[in-house]
């Protein structure tokens, strides 16, 4: 098909930039196609949790008057981003994807969300996930199952399921997910689009919804690697209301994104390739891996020996510091409270038991059990251990490489259904991506290739604290000499 006549909401956000700053199109053009295909395709994908078009085309039009007058335009106006439900929104519902919040409005905006605001961005709406972010496959929404574009029987990956099903089927050229043990990385490889955790501290956590406060990092997801930088540098930067949020110079991320690779010292760690990959999955890896040398990088065969300690880690950490975080649900601040409680500990039960669903309930149980009195230091303080030899590991292996290269998931997108009954397998979905979460690194997926069934396949890319710049320059490297971003952007998008 002829690059003309593909439909705008199809385009990446560089693409649509040029296109306005040609004045080719408008900015309410652009609004107006995005809808019209949400529209068209989510009553099958079921991305979004709700569409928010009227504030996004008085954006558009706002953004049509500043070009009509020529004013500089921010590199993001008129760009239609999506957001994951558990980013506060001024005036627009937050729910989490959890019945405990169900008519939360939250009074205030989150710093990402200002920030997109400031770009002139049009926020199309907000995004279905795992209820809380705990979860691989958007199954646990207390709503809705999101479907995978490209087999509408598979999952999207979770938690940020909605956010990556949203780009992949065109219904939003930018996404922003959050990340704890993998949630951008493994749904941007089910759905075949990227995804980039940035490092711990990078983006403000101001109004984003705590899940494990010291693994939380929002990021984006889009089309190609370009507009990933573009949507960091949008994003990224320090913010005094997150006291985590570091205070360091963020560089121009589009800078630094020159398909050279030459002479960079590429990680492969052994224990990231072992029985229970998927054959088809480390095939495109491997494959990746080579295109990388031949495009002039270095292989290193590196070890990681406390890999294989990562799941049972994170599944200690991530629930202790949810079961703190979520005991603010008690019926008395936020959301749902229950009819008619015989007491105040009667009401805190049901309201507790009504509002969450089970798997909230189960890492909440699991959290509180590791941090009481007693467990604590079998469990929690032993888990904190454990990820400090995590972390040396990544150190050490940073001083050999410069980035590290993996499969971001076992597997390509498993079936929606398939691992609902089985929380142990679910959770093997993040082995590859909770190390780095653990150690604070930043790490993109980027698809690689696609299974025999026709699912995409994600390469994980991950680097040293602060250095987005390098992964960004050998996904983008990568990505100029293939075209696996390419196939997702066929004129029609979903596979139906
Ligand atoms: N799947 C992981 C979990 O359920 C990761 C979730 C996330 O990164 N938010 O905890």
Not at 206 to 234: H, T, W
Not at 253 to 259: D, E, I, K, S, Y
Not at 348 to 375: C, P, Q
Not at 399 to 414: C, N
Request: net charge negative.
């Amino acid at each position: 098909m002829a690059e003309a006549a593909t439909p705008l909401h199809a385009l990446t956000a560089h693409e649509l930039r040029d296109k306005l700053r040609n004045r080719e199109v408008s900015a309410t053009q652009i609004a107006e196609s995005t809808f019209d295909r949400i529209r068209a395709v989510d009553d099958r994908v079921k991305a979004y949790m709700v569409v928010t078009q009227d504030a996004a085309m008085e954006t558009a039009r706002d953004v049509d008057s500043r070009l009509e007058r020529g004013e500089p335009l921010p590199p993001l106006a008129a760009i239609p981003v999506g957001i994951k439900d558990l980013i506060c929104t001024k005036g627009v519902r937050t729910t989490c994807s959890s019945k405990i919040l169900e008519p939360f409005v939250s009074p205030y905006d989150a710093t990402v969300m200002r920030r997109l605001h400031a770009q002139k961005a049009i926020i199309t709406g907000k995004l279905n996930m795992d209820e809380f972010a705990m979860g691989s496959s958007t199954e646990n929404s207390a709503y809705m199952e999101t479907a995978n574009p490209w087999n509408l029987a598979h999952a999207p990956g979770g938690s940020s399921g909605g956010s990556a099903a949203a780009v992949a089927a065109d219904e939003a050229v930018l996404t922003l997910g959050s990340d704890t043990g993998g949630s951008i990385r493994q749904p941007a490889s089910f759905c075949g689009v990227v995804g980039m955790k940035p490092t711990y501290g990078r983006v403000s956590r101001f109004g984003l919804v705590a899940f494990a406060s010291s693994l939380d990092q929002i990021g984006p997801f889009s089309k190609d690697v370009r507009d990933c930088a573009l949507a960091l540098n949008a994003i990224c930067g320090h913010d005094p209301l997150d006291s985590t949020s570091a205070d360091m110079a963020v560089p121009d991320f589009t800078a630094g994104l020159v398909p050279d690779v030459e002479g960079l010292r590429v990680g492969i760690p052994a224990e990231y390739f072992v029985e229970g990959l998927d054959g088809e999955v480390e095939a495109s890896v491997r494959a990746a891996i080579s295109k990388l040398e031949q495009l002039g990088a270095t292989l290193h065969e590196i070890s990681m020996p406390h890999t294989e300690y990562s799941i049972a880690t994170y599944y200690i950490i991530a629930p202790a510091e949810a079961s703190s975080n979520l005991a603010r649900y008690d019926g008395m601040r936020y959301g749902h409270r229950t009819d008619d409680p015989d007491d105040l500990m009667d009401m805190y039960r049901k309201t507790r038991g009504e509002g969450f669903g089970d798997e909230v309930k189960r890492r909440i149980m699991i959290g509180t059990y590791a941090l009481s009195a007693g467990y604590f230091d079998a469990y929690y303080l032993k888990a904190m251990k454990v990820r400090t030899l995590i972390k040396q590991d990544f150190d050490r292996a940073f001083e050999e490489v410069d980035i590290i290269v993996t499969p971001t998931a076992p597997s390509a997108a498993f079936a929606l259904g398939e691992k609902t009954d089985d929380p142990l397998q679910m959770y093997l979905s993040d082995v590859f991506t909770a190390p780095a979460s653990m150690a604070g690194l930043p790490g993109l997926s980027m698809p690689c290739g696609f299974s025999s069934e026709g699912l995409p396949i994600g390469l994980q890319i991950l680097g040293k604290p602060f250095d987005e710049e390098t992964v960004l320059r050998a996904a983008y490297a990568y990505e100029q000499a293939t075209d696996h971003h390419l196939r997702r952007r066929s004129p029609d998008g979903i596979a139906v």
